[in-house]
Protein backbone atom coordinates (compact mmCIF):
# COMPACT_ATOMS: atom_id res chain seq x y z
CA UNK A 1 0.00 0.00 0.00
CA UNK A 2 1.51 3.49 -1.07
CA UNK A 3 1.37 5.86 2.05
CA UNK A 4 2.56 9.72 2.18
CA UNK A 5 4.57 10.97 4.94
CA UNK A 6 3.27 13.45 6.70
CA UNK A 7 5.48 16.62 7.78
CA UNK A 8 6.09 15.17 11.46
CA UNK A 9 7.15 11.85 9.85
CA UNK A 10 4.20 9.81 10.40
CA UNK A 11 2.96 7.33 7.51
CA UNK A 12 -0.47 7.75 5.86
CA UNK A 13 -2.00 5.03 3.53
CA UNK A 14 -2.89 7.23 -0.03
CA UNK A 15 -6.21 5.38 -0.27
CA UNK A 16 -8.48 4.59 2.67
CA UNK A 17 -12.23 3.87 3.01
CA UNK A 18 -14.50 6.31 4.15
CA UNK A 19 -17.94 5.82 5.75
CA UNK A 20 -20.22 9.11 5.89
CA UNK A 21 -23.50 8.10 4.40
CA UNK A 22 -22.74 4.61 5.40
CA UNK A 23 -25.71 3.91 7.92
CA UNK A 24 -25.45 2.11 11.38
CA UNK A 25 -26.80 -1.07 10.09
CA UNK A 26 -24.28 -1.69 7.14
CA UNK A 27 -21.61 0.03 8.84
CA UNK A 28 -19.91 -2.58 10.81
CA UNK A 29 -19.93 -5.49 7.66
CA UNK A 30 -19.14 -2.12 5.71
CA UNK A 31 -15.94 -1.80 7.30
CA UNK A 32 -15.34 -5.64 8.03
CA UNK A 33 -15.14 -5.80 4.04
CA UNK A 34 -13.13 -2.81 3.60
CA UNK A 35 -10.61 -4.00 6.11
CA UNK A 36 -10.95 -7.79 4.43
CA UNK A 37 -10.23 -6.58 1.05
CA UNK A 38 -7.23 -4.60 1.97
CA UNK A 39 -7.92 -1.23 3.10
CA UNK A 40 -5.98 -0.21 6.65
CA UNK A 41 -6.84 3.57 6.56
CA UNK A 42 -10.93 4.24 7.53
CA UNK A 43 -12.49 7.96 7.43
CA UNK A 44 -14.99 8.30 9.86
CA UNK A 45 -16.09 11.02 12.06
CA UNK A 46 -18.44 12.44 15.10
CA UNK A 47 -20.90 13.41 12.78
CA UNK A 48 -21.69 10.24 10.86
CA UNK A 49 -23.20 8.51 14.10
CA UNK A 50 -20.93 5.66 13.26
CA UNK A 51 -17.96 5.68 15.29
CA UNK A 52 -19.23 3.10 17.69
CA UNK A 53 -20.04 0.37 14.71
CA UNK A 54 -16.36 1.12 12.98
CA UNK A 55 -15.00 0.56 16.32
CA UNK A 56 -16.44 -3.21 16.92
CA UNK A 57 -15.55 -3.95 12.97
CA UNK A 58 -12.29 -3.13 13.89
CA UNK A 59 -12.13 -5.58 16.47
CA UNK A 60 -14.09 -8.03 14.72
CA UNK A 61 -11.88 -8.35 12.02
CA UNK A 62 -8.82 -9.46 13.49
CA UNK A 63 -6.48 -6.67 11.69
CA UNK A 64 -4.24 -5.58 14.53
CA UNK A 65 -5.50 -1.98 15.98
CA UNK A 66 -1.55 -0.68 14.83
CA UNK A 67 -2.06 -1.67 11.23
CA UNK A 68 -4.66 0.73 10.83
CA UNK A 69 -4.95 4.17 10.07
CA UNK A 70 -7.94 5.57 11.77
CA UNK A 71 -9.43 9.10 11.53
CA UNK A 72 -12.26 10.70 12.91
CA UNK A 73 -13.23 14.54 12.92
CA UNK A 74 -14.82 16.91 15.96
CA UNK A 75 -18.10 18.12 15.09
CA UNK A 76 -19.05 21.86 15.84
CA UNK A 77 -21.31 21.17 18.62
CA UNK A 78 -18.23 20.12 20.11
CA UNK A 79 -15.91 22.57 19.71
CA UNK A 80 -14.39 25.17 22.34
CA UNK A 81 -11.48 23.63 24.39
CA UNK A 82 -13.35 21.53 27.13
CA UNK A 83 -15.96 20.23 24.62
CA UNK A 84 -13.49 19.04 22.01
CA UNK A 85 -11.36 17.21 24.61
CA UNK A 86 -14.11 15.60 25.98
CA UNK A 87 -15.49 14.65 22.71
CA UNK A 88 -11.99 13.04 21.29
CA UNK A 89 -11.98 11.15 24.11
CA UNK A 90 -15.39 10.02 23.69
CA UNK A 91 -14.83 9.58 20.33
CA UNK A 92 -11.56 7.07 21.30
CA UNK A 93 -14.25 4.91 23.18
CA UNK A 94 -16.71 4.45 21.01
CA UNK A 95 -13.79 3.37 18.31
CA UNK A 96 -12.34 0.84 21.20
CA UNK A 97 -8.84 2.48 21.31
CA UNK A 98 -6.86 4.26 22.97
CA UNK A 99 -5.19 6.78 20.73
CA UNK A 100 -6.05 7.84 16.96
CA UNK A 101 -4.07 7.95 13.74
CA UNK A 102 -5.30 11.60 12.87
CA UNK A 103 -8.33 13.90 14.56
CA UNK A 104 -9.32 16.77 12.12
CA UNK A 105 -11.93 20.06 13.14
CA UNK A 106 -14.52 19.45 10.45
CA UNK A 107 -15.91 22.73 10.17
CA UNK A 108 -13.95 26.07 10.40
CA UNK A 109 -16.84 27.87 12.15
CA UNK A 110 -17.81 28.81 15.75
CA UNK A 111 -15.09 28.33 18.18
CA UNK A 112 -12.50 26.31 15.99
CA UNK A 113 -9.55 27.86 17.64
CA UNK A 114 -10.08 26.47 21.48
CA UNK A 115 -10.93 23.18 19.59
CA UNK A 116 -8.02 23.07 17.85
CA UNK A 117 -5.84 23.88 21.02
CA UNK A 118 -7.09 21.17 22.44
CA UNK A 119 -6.21 18.85 19.88
CA UNK A 120 -2.65 19.98 20.10
CA UNK A 121 -2.61 19.22 23.95
CA UNK A 122 -3.90 15.62 22.85
CA UNK A 123 -1.34 15.49 20.09
CA UNK A 124 1.45 16.28 22.69
CA UNK A 125 -0.09 13.50 25.14
CA UNK A 126 0.79 10.92 22.45
CA UNK A 127 -2.86 10.34 22.39
CA UNK A 128 -3.09 11.32 18.74
CA UNK A 129 -0.50 10.67 15.88
CA UNK A 130 -1.73 13.61 13.38
CA UNK A 131 -3.53 16.35 14.00
CA UNK A 132 -5.63 18.60 11.36
CA UNK A 133 -8.60 20.43 9.69
CA UNK A 134 -11.48 19.88 6.87
CA UNK A 135 -12.88 22.47 4.52
CA UNK A 136 -10.59 25.31 5.49
CA UNK A 137 -10.52 26.90 3.10
CA UNK A 138 -6.84 28.94 1.58
CA UNK A 139 -7.70 32.12 3.92
CA UNK A 140 -8.93 30.06 6.80
CA UNK A 141 -5.93 27.87 6.45
CA UNK A 142 -3.60 30.06 6.15
CA UNK A 143 -4.92 31.34 9.34
CA UNK A 144 -4.63 28.61 11.10
CA UNK A 145 -1.34 26.97 10.21
CA UNK A 146 0.19 30.61 11.33
CA UNK A 147 -1.18 31.17 14.55
CA UNK A 148 -1.73 27.45 16.07
CA UNK A 149 1.43 26.16 18.04
CA UNK A 150 1.48 22.89 15.71
CA UNK A 151 0.39 23.59 12.12
CA UNK A 152 -2.62 21.15 10.78
CA UNK A 153 -0.75 18.30 9.26
CA UNK A 154 -3.71 17.30 7.26
CA UNK A 155 -6.79 19.38 5.38
CA UNK A 156 -9.38 17.36 3.93
CA UNK A 157 -11.91 18.88 1.59
CA UNK A 158 -13.91 18.49 -1.86
CA UNK A 159 -11.70 17.55 -4.18
CA UNK A 160 -12.08 15.53 -7.40
CA UNK A 161 -12.00 16.19 -11.78
CA UNK A 162 -14.38 18.73 -11.55
CA UNK A 163 -13.28 20.92 -8.71
CA UNK A 164 -9.57 19.95 -8.78
CA UNK A 165 -8.23 22.06 -5.78
CA UNK A 166 -4.96 23.68 -7.98
CA UNK A 167 -4.80 26.86 -6.06
CA UNK A 168 -5.57 25.24 -2.82
CA UNK A 169 -3.17 23.13 -2.81
CA UNK A 170 -0.48 25.16 -3.43
CA UNK A 171 -1.37 26.70 -0.45
CA UNK A 172 -1.17 23.63 1.27
CA UNK A 173 2.08 22.61 -0.49
CA UNK A 174 3.59 25.71 0.76
CA UNK A 175 2.64 24.74 4.27
CA UNK A 176 3.95 21.16 4.07
CA UNK A 177 -0.19 20.55 5.09
CA UNK A 178 -0.98 17.14 3.21
CA UNK A 179 -4.07 17.50 0.63
CA UNK A 180 -7.00 14.83 1.34
CA UNK A 181 -10.10 14.45 -0.98
CA UNK A 182 -13.31 13.65 0.42
CA UNK A 183 -15.72 13.16 -2.16
CA UNK A 184 -13.07 11.25 -4.47
CA UNK A 185 -15.54 11.00 -6.78
CA UNK A 186 -17.55 13.84 -6.32
CA UNK A 187 -20.86 11.27 -5.55
CA UNK A 188 -20.44 10.99 -9.31
CA UNK A 189 -22.52 14.16 -9.61
CA UNK A 190 -22.36 15.64 -12.53
CA UNK A 191 -22.46 12.60 -14.76
CA UNK A 192 -18.49 12.11 -13.60
CA UNK A 193 -18.19 8.30 -13.56
CA UNK A 194 -20.14 8.57 -17.39
CA UNK A 195 -17.44 11.46 -18.52
CA UNK A 196 -16.71 10.73 -21.83
CA UNK A 197 -13.07 11.98 -21.37
CA UNK A 198 -12.83 9.68 -18.66
CA UNK A 199 -14.06 7.08 -20.23
CA UNK A 200 -11.64 6.86 -23.42
CA UNK A 201 -8.65 6.99 -20.39
CA UNK A 202 -10.56 4.56 -18.68
CA UNK A 203 -10.85 2.27 -22.02
CA UNK A 204 -7.29 2.98 -23.12
CA UNK A 205 -5.84 1.44 -19.59
CA UNK A 206 -8.64 -1.36 -19.61
CA UNK A 207 -9.80 0.09 -16.35
CA UNK A 208 -12.99 1.70 -15.08
CA UNK A 209 -13.44 5.60 -14.56
CA UNK A 210 -13.65 4.94 -10.85
CA UNK A 211 -10.19 3.67 -11.53
CA UNK A 212 -8.97 6.29 -13.16
CA UNK A 213 -10.39 8.91 -11.44
CA UNK A 214 -8.40 7.29 -7.93
CA UNK A 215 -5.39 7.20 -9.74
CA UNK A 216 -5.39 10.32 -11.35
CA UNK A 217 -5.43 11.60 -7.48
CA UNK A 218 -3.08 9.48 -6.55
CA UNK A 219 -0.66 10.20 -9.10
CA UNK A 220 -1.15 14.50 -8.28
CA UNK A 221 -0.48 13.32 -4.32
CA UNK A 222 -3.72 13.58 -2.78
CA UNK A 223 -4.59 11.14 -0.57
CA UNK A 224 -8.21 10.12 -1.44
CA UNK A 225 -11.16 8.21 0.81
CA UNK A 226 -13.38 6.44 -1.65
CA UNK A 227 -16.98 4.88 -0.06
CA UNK A 228 -18.66 2.58 -1.36
CA UNK A 229 -20.99 -0.04 0.40
CA UNK A 230 -20.70 -3.06 -2.19
CA UNK A 231 -17.60 -5.19 -1.33
CA UNK A 232 -16.71 -5.70 -5.21
CA UNK A 233 -16.54 -1.46 -5.40
CA UNK A 234 -14.10 -1.77 -2.54
CA UNK A 235 -11.92 -4.09 -4.33
CA UNK A 236 -12.24 -2.31 -7.69
CA UNK A 237 -11.56 1.18 -5.97
CA UNK A 238 -7.68 -0.27 -4.41
CA UNK A 239 -6.84 -1.91 -7.77
CA UNK A 240 -5.38 1.62 -9.06
CA UNK A 241 -1.11 0.27 -8.55
CA UNK A 242 -0.35 -1.58 -11.56
CA UNK A 243 -1.22 1.20 -13.93
CA UNK A 244 -0.13 4.79 -14.67
CA UNK A 245 -1.99 7.79 -16.29
CA UNK A 246 0.63 9.34 -19.23
CA UNK A 247 0.58 12.84 -19.00
CA UNK A 248 -1.96 13.29 -21.78
CA UNK A 249 -4.50 11.56 -19.96
CA UNK A 250 -3.31 13.84 -16.91
CA UNK A 251 -3.71 16.92 -19.43
CA UNK A 252 -7.68 15.64 -20.68
CA UNK A 253 -8.21 15.03 -16.59
CA UNK A 254 -7.50 18.68 -15.72
CA UNK A 255 -9.28 20.53 -18.39
CA UNK A 256 -12.28 19.10 -17.03
CA UNK A 257 -11.68 21.46 -13.30
CA UNK A 258 -14.84 23.79 -13.31
CA UNK A 259 -13.31 25.61 -10.19
CA UNK A 260 -16.73 24.95 -8.05
CA UNK A 261 -17.86 22.81 -5.65
CA UNK A 262 -20.72 20.27 -6.38
CA UNK A 263 -21.75 20.49 -3.42
CA UNK A 264 -21.80 23.98 -1.69
CA UNK A 265 -19.33 26.53 -0.44
CA UNK A 266 -18.18 27.29 2.71
CA UNK A 267 -17.80 30.61 2.25
CA UNK A 268 -21.38 31.37 1.83
CA UNK A 269 -23.26 32.90 4.83
CA UNK A 270 -26.50 31.07 3.94
CA UNK A 271 -24.12 28.30 4.43
CA UNK A 272 -22.74 29.23 7.85
CA UNK A 273 -26.42 29.76 8.94
CA UNK A 274 -27.51 26.20 7.85
CA UNK A 275 -24.54 24.95 9.90
CA UNK A 276 -25.47 26.89 12.83
CA UNK A 277 -29.05 25.58 12.50
CA UNK A 278 -28.29 22.01 12.48
CA UNK A 279 -25.61 22.88 15.73
CA UNK A 280 -28.82 24.89 17.28
CA UNK A 281 -31.42 21.60 16.53
CA UNK A 282 -28.66 19.40 17.65
CA UNK A 283 -28.68 20.91 21.18
CA UNK A 284 -32.59 20.45 21.80
CA UNK A 285 -32.21 16.54 21.04
N1 LIG B 1 -14.82 16.31 5.61
C1 LIG B 1 -16.00 16.42 5.04
O1 LIG B 1 -16.71 17.43 5.18
C2 LIG B 1 -16.49 15.28 4.21
C3 LIG B 1 -17.62 15.45 3.38
C4 LIG B 1 -18.03 14.37 2.59
C5 LIG B 1 -17.31 13.16 2.62
N2 LIG B 1 -16.24 13.01 3.46
C6 LIG B 1 -15.45 11.75 3.52
O2 LIG B 1 -15.11 11.36 2.18
C7 LIG B 1 -15.61 10.03 1.94
C8 LIG B 1 -15.97 9.87 0.48
O3 LIG B 1 -16.89 10.85 0.07
P1 LIG B 1 -18.39 10.55 -0.33
O4 LIG B 1 -18.81 9.30 0.33
O5 LIG B 1 -19.20 11.75 -0.06
O6 LIG B 1 -18.36 10.40 -1.91
P2 LIG B 1 -17.51 9.62 -3.02
O7 LIG B 1 -16.57 8.65 -2.37
O8 LIG B 1 -16.99 10.62 -3.97
O9 LIG B 1 -18.64 8.82 -3.79
C9 LIG B 1 -19.40 7.81 -3.20
C10 LIG B 1 -20.42 7.35 -4.24
O10 LIG B 1 -19.77 6.72 -5.33
C11 LIG B 1 -20.29 5.41 -5.51
N3 LIG B 1 -19.16 4.55 -5.88
C12 LIG B 1 -18.09 4.21 -5.13
N4 LIG B 1 -17.24 3.44 -5.82
C13 LIG B 1 -17.76 3.29 -7.06
C14 LIG B 1 -17.35 2.60 -8.22
N5 LIG B 1 -16.20 1.93 -8.26
N6 LIG B 1 -18.15 2.66 -9.32
C15 LIG B 1 -19.30 3.37 -9.30
N7 LIG B 1 -19.77 4.03 -8.22
C16 LIG B 1 -18.99 4.00 -7.11
C17 LIG B 1 -20.90 5.03 -4.19
O11 LIG B 1 -21.98 4.16 -4.38
P3 LIG B 1 -22.16 2.77 -3.52
O12 LIG B 1 -21.92 3.07 -2.09
O13 LIG B 1 -23.57 2.40 -3.81
O14 LIG B 1 -21.17 1.80 -4.11
C18 LIG B 1 -21.41 6.38 -3.68
O15 LIG B 1 -22.67 6.67 -4.25
C19 LIG B 1 -16.80 9.94 2.90
O16 LIG B 1 -17.25 8.62 3.09
C20 LIG B 1 -16.24 10.60 4.13
O17 LIG B 1 -15.40 9.70 4.83
C21 LIG B 1 -15.83 14.07 4.24
Known sequence: MEQVTLYNGVKMPIIGYGVYQVSKEEC??????ALAVGYRSIDTAQSYFNEE???????????????????????????????????????????RTDYLDLVLLHQPFSDYYEAYRALEDLYNEGKLRAIGVSN????????????????????????????????????????????????PFGEGRGGLFENS???EIAQKHK????????????????????????????????????FALDQADMNLISELDKKQSSFFSHSDPAMVEWFVQMVEERKGK
Open 197 to 199: ALV
Open 207 to 242: KTTAQVILRWHIQRGVVVIPKSTHKERMQENLNIFD
Open 53 to 95: QVGSAIVKSGVPRENIFLTTKVWLEHYGYDAARKSVLESMRKL
Open 28 to 33: ERCVMD
Open 136 to 183: FYSDRLVDIASFSRIKPMVNQVETHPFNQQVEAKKWMDKYGIQIEAWA
